[in-house]
């Protein structure tokens, strides 16, 4: 049985000075069925440029409007579930992981599902 594939929802707005953490250990993780999408809410720092230069394997949405947290995580799910993800998690863009997180929330899952 393969591995559940898992959709990372990354918020960002004006995020340039903190998102490239985010993901250099987000992308850093142990677990393989891992995609990673970014939803920009109208940013004007470059974040968008700067995640397509820097991580080109992650899809980035970009809303066209500050969507606000809640409306940026709601098109991220929506995009997800379109990627047929059997699980998503959403996260703020300064938040940085540990190589075995996204694993242990799997695993967390998994435990819980009956």
């Known amino acids: 049985m393969s ?36 939803i920009d809410n109208a940013s004007t720092d470059g974040s968008p ?16 409007t500050n969507a606000g ?6 098109i991220g799910l929506a995009a997800a579930v379109e990627e047929e993800a059997d ?7 300064d938040v940085e992981f540990e190589t075995g997180c996204v694993s242990a929330l799997v695993r967390a899952a998994a435990e819980r599902a009956d």
């Open 87 to 93: 699980f998503a998690f959403v996260l703020n863009n």
């Open 3 to 38: 591995a559940p594939n898992v959709t990372a929802v990354v918020v960002n707005w004006n995020g340039s000075d903190c998102i490239v953490p985010c993901l250099e250990t987000l992308l850093a993780s142990d677990y393989e069925s891992l995609s990673v999408i970014v």
């Open 69 to 74: 947290y809640a409306g940026g995580a709601n």
């Open 49 to 64: 440029e700067l995640v397509r230069r820097r991580f080109p394997g992650v899809r980035v949405i970009e809303t066209g």
